[in-house]
């Protein structure tokens, strides 16, 4: 079966549980670093993510994402992994019935308590492959904007003085670091249910060691 999609049809050819003579594609519409597919086979349902290669300057570690993919998986927290594919890059997990969540549904606060017993269980993981320091991340990003003449905010640097002071303390006082998402947008939740059900947390590109408290929740649960 030939797609659209080239990349796909590699990937489609490597990984045994893809194989079908005639496997159901259907593009998933969003994803600024990964191009995402659903492909249903007689064996199951599936989500191929193919990385986009325009990602160098987001320092991406696609080894990071894919390890930290399956401890999160072994938690009970991301979705199965099936399989990665190096080329083209790509990762392949189950596919979850369920619903992406938006900022409106945070609302209920059912779904805020869900979210906190999936964090608590993130935090509660194996450690994951390397750290995600804030500080140093945006110290990055910082380097990439000035050498590539991209803009900054009018008023960017009234405030880098404060910024630096504060990621000194916040790095001062650390006490501890366990496994983080570090993206918790709402587009990375797939509730699966009602509200109050099971949380799915995908998406683990910028997951690494961090601060749990970058990764809100609820203390009481």
């Known amino acids: 079966m030939s797609s659209s999609d080239p990349d796909l049809d590699r990937v489609l050819e490597q990984v045994p549980e893809l194989a079908s003579a005639a496997p159901r594609v259907a593009p998933i519409p969003g994803g600024m670093t990964n191009r995402n597919y659903r492909v249903s086979t007689t064996g199951g349902d599936y989500v191929v993510r193919i990385s986009v290669r ?76 390397r750290d995600f320091d804030m500080v140093q991340v945006q110290s990055r990003y910082h380097q990439i904007v000035v050498e590539n003449g991209y803009p900054l905010p009018a008023d960017y640097a009234r405030y880098a003085d404060r910024a630096h002071t504060i990621g000194e303390l916040l790095t001062r006082t650390r006490e501890l670091t366990a496994p983080c998402h570090n993206d918790l947008m709402p587009g990375n939740f797939i509730e699966s249910g009602g509200p109050g059900s099971h949380v799915w947390l995908v998406d683990y590109e910028y997951s690494g060691n961090n601060d749990p408290c970058y990764d809100p929740r609820r203390r009481d649960q």
């Open 54 to 129: 325009e990602t160098g300057q987001l320092g991406i570690d696609r080894d990071n994402e894919h390890r930290n993919s399956v401890l999160a998986a072994e938690a009970g927290v991301g979705v199965p992994v099936i399989a990665r594919v190096r080329d083209p890059e790509a990762l392949v997990v189950e596919f979850v019935e369920g619903v992406t969540l938006s900022p409106e549904d945070f609302r209920d606060g059912r779904r805020v308590s869900a979210l906190a017993k999936v964090l608590r269980r993130l935090h509660g993981a194996p450690p994951f492959k």
